[in-house]
T-cell receptor
Framework: GAVVSQHPSRVICKSGTSVKIECRSL??????MFWYRQFPKKSLMLMATSNEGSKATYEQGVEKDKFLINHASLTLSTLTVTSAHPEDSSFYIC???????????FGQGTRLTVV | AQSVAQPEDQVNVAEGNPLTVKCTYS??????LFWYVQYPNRGLQFLLK??????LVKGSYGFEAEFNKSQTSFHLKKPSALVSDSALYFC????????FGPGTRLSVLP
């Protein structure tokens, strides 16, 4: 149990376009979802925390107008990279927590390449 | 503030030998500690966690970790390494959110 599905796994987009990444909890209700970014050969960097039905909390240095996060339901959170640029190319990973559990479940990740 | 350190960027071990991947942490209160593994171009996979109870925690794929409160450490271990264990390993501490260590790349040589 506790499967998190992230889609797409890979996406290539042109500079200036927007890309949406979906994160779904398939068999549990995720009260909280997290979005991470991973740079090559580096650890995960938390971008933002989203709670269902409320605005996301962004970490310092993360542009909330560029990385739009929507957590509209207990099973779905989306990250939209707006007006993407090559420096946004990265590996993005979501994780979801179920209420009352301290274990996060991670999606498969999305490799974004902006050309 | 929470923090996690993994002092080794890279660990090399011969197949069949025991392996240890080190992790130390800093957190106020009782720590919730985790180990995750990441294979190339894939998300993180949960290995094991410590919340309370026995200091030696057993997890997936034959891995175990020992919680040492006095040394604030949570080292990952396996008695006999496999080539397929080669991956990136992350230690994490959970408070208000997950804080990950920088990762240690494990290479198991045949």
């Amino acid at each position: 149990g506790a499967v998190v599905s992230q889609h797409p796994s890979r996406v290539i987009c042109k500079s200036g376009t927007s890309v949406k990444i979906e994160c779904r909890s398939l068999d549990f209700q995720a009260t909280t979802m997290f979005w991470y970014r991973q740079f090559p050969k580096k650890s995960l960097m938390l971008m933002a925390t989203s709670n269902e039905g409320s605005k996301a909390t962004y970490e310092q240095g993360v542009e909330k107008d560029k990385f739009l996060i929507n957590h509209a339901s207990l099973t779905l959170s989306t990250l939209t990279v707006t007006s993407a640029h090559p420096e946004d190319s990265s590996f993005y990973i979501c994780s979801a927590e179920a209420q009352g559990r301290t274990e996060a479940f991670f999606g498969q990740g999305t490799r974004l390449t902006v050309v | 503030a929470q923090s996690v350190a993994q002092p080794e960027d890279q660990v090399n071990v011969a197949e069949g030998n025991p392996l240890t991947v080190k992790c130390t942490y800093s957190v106020s209160g009782n720590p919730y500690l985790f180990w995750y593994v990441q294979y190339p171009n894939r998300g993180l996979q949960f290995l094991l966690k410590y919340i309370t109870g026995d200091n030696l925690v057993k997890g997936s794929y034959g891995f175990e970790a020992e919680f040492n409160k006095s040394q604030t450490s949570f080292h990952l271990k396996k008695p006999s390494a496999l080539v397929s264990d080669s991956a990136l390993y992350f230690c994490a501490v959970y408070g208000q959110n997950f804080v990950f260590g920088p990762g240690t790349r494990l290479s198991v040589l045949p």
